[in-house]
């Protein structure tokens, strides 16, 4: 059985792999975007991207690509994980490659494809160099899927309880949003062209590398988990989500994940497109003023101090009873969406920011909770593959799919230094988000009526 409260060994070991991989997520959910942006389409003629492809299309098929990758891997490999009984081989080699193919990404230029493949069209060149990041792009999710999703998300599963995984999810939320803030720092000086994307990728990629190294010391296998015997084959354990009595039976769970899919698929609307929305749309509206007015900076303080303390509220509000706090951020979601659609002024960019922000972090954190909570004691890496085609496959394809048609609709574009016209994000991206966030009543209302209590892992065992 998990133990009531995790090691220092464990916290440490779960806030580093937590925050590690969010570095290399991260770099992948944003980066790759922006490095399109301002790399491999940089320079490029109208008539070379009128013959390739729009960088929004290219974008919303290299998520969509690696969202079915990373949903395959985790049913493979956390299936195998299951009957191996080894996460961490699985955790610690999956991050020391998947660092390695994040720093391959710092090779890829128009010019390395050019030579590679013997082309001299300019088109074909461009196509090719997009095509090279969506199939490395893939490998690298197939070793942070390997590693994190279903690996990683299974071994926390068995470490923990009911009672400490919403104290477990808040860390771990506060963990992702600083891993992000670190790479965007980092990423900032590659995005204005004052450091490499060579470099940049190069860097991080040894960062995780290392991660995985010290995995192998770190984590250690749950000594006192409860596995029922079972001698069911790989393949039937391979599809045993699948079945319409897993699903009978473990009903509540596939309402959170419906829940937090919908959730997660208005996020994927724009996530993908946020930091070239703010570079070449938000950032240029504030005209000759700049961003960092006392306007600017007072709102921005006000604002996070107001989701700091929505979180500690609707967390303390959650402890008691789920639907306090998951009711309030279905609300706040969309009503955040709305807001960021009517303005690209920073100000209002940021007041939009923080209902959508705190609707989502709560949500995330407490549907993630139930979601452990409701997975069957000792199929931990069964369920990983399920999840992920709630949370990844779902959201990463209809998503960004969405915002590309937002986009394109809206028709706004940038000239670039080249004086080459290109398509950019637009704010309508976040209308089509916050409809989409709507959507998260229709589950949460069946699960609320259902009840959130689980029993222990110790009750389970009693029991049979």
């Known amino acids: 059985m998990a133990n009531e409260k995790l090691s220092k060994r464990n916290w440490f070991t779960i806030c580093l792999f937590s925050f590690m991989g969010g570095v290399a997520w991260n770099v992948e ?33 290299m998520v969509a690509l690696s969202a079915i990758a990373a949903v395959v891997t985790t049913f493979i490999m956390g299936t195998l994980s299951d009957k191996l009984k080894n996460r961490r081989l699985f955790i610690s080699v999956g991050y020391i490659f998947w660092g390695v193919i994040t720093g391959m990404f710092g090779l890829i ?10 082309l001299s069209d300019e088109a074909k060149i461009l196509t090719a160099t997009v095509w090279i990041v969506i199939i490395m792009d893939i490998i690298m999710t197939f070793m942070g899927s390997t ?5 990683f998300n299974a071994w926390v599963t068995d470490i923990t309880t009911p009672k400490i995984r919403p104290i477990l999810e808040t860390v771990l939320q506060v963990v992702v949003f600083v891993s992000a803030g670190a790479v965007m720092g980092v990423g900032s000086f590659a995005q204005a062209g004052k450091v490499s994307y060579q470099a940049f990728f190069i860097i991080l990629g040894i960062v995780v590398s290392l991660c995985g190294i010290a995995g192998l010391f770190l984590i250690k296998e749950p000594e006192n988990r409860i596995v029922k015997e079972d001698n069911s084959s790989y393949w039937a354990d391979l599809f045993y989500g699948f079945r319409p009595s897993a699903i009978k039976e473990n009903n509540r769970l596939y309402l959170t994940l419906f829940a ?19 570079q070449y749309v938000v950032i240029p509206a504030q005209g000759d003023k700049g961003i960092m007015t006392p306007g600017v900076i007072v709102t921005a303080v006000i604002v996070v101090a107001l989701l700091v303390a929505g979180i500690v509220i609707l967390m303390k509000l959650g402890a008691k009873n789920k639907a306090y706090c998951l009711v309030p951020s279905a609300v706040l979601m969309p009503l955040g ?14 007041i939009g920011i923080l209902p959508a922000a705190l609707g989502f972090v709560i949500m995330t954190i407490q549907l993630n909770a139930a979601i452990k909570d409701f ?11 399920i999840r992920m085609i709630f949370v990844v496959l779902i959201p990463m394809i209809v998503g960004p799919l969405l915002g590309d048609v937002a ?11 080249f004086g080459v016209k290109t398509l950019v994000p637009s704010s309508s991206m976040f209308l089509y988000a916050a409809i989409v966030a709507v959507f998260v009543f229709i589950p949460l209302i069946f699960l609320i009526k259902k009840g959130f209590e689980v029993e222990t892992v110790q009750e389970e065992a009693e029991n049979e």
């Open 147 to 151: 590693s994190n999703d279903a690996a």
């Open 260 to 278: 937090i899919g919908f959730a997660t698929v208005a996020y994927q609307v724009f996530f993908p497109y946020l930091l070239v929305y703010l």
């Open 337 to 350: 969406l709305f807001i960021l659609s009517t303005s690209t002024k920073l100000p209002v960019v940021l």
């Open 375 to 385: 997975i069957p004691v000792g199929k931990a890496g069964l369920f990983q593959g």
């Open 29 to 61: 959910n944003m980066y790759f975007n922006t490095f399109l942006y301002n790399s491999v389409y940089a320079g490029t003629s109208e008539a070379a991207q009128a013959g390739s492809m729009a960088p929004t299309t290219a974008i919303s098929r």
């Open 407 to 417: 986009c394109r609709n809206s028709a706004v574009t940038y000239t670039n230094e």
């Open 109 to 118: 230029t128009k010019d390395n494809t050019a030579a590679l493949l013997h």
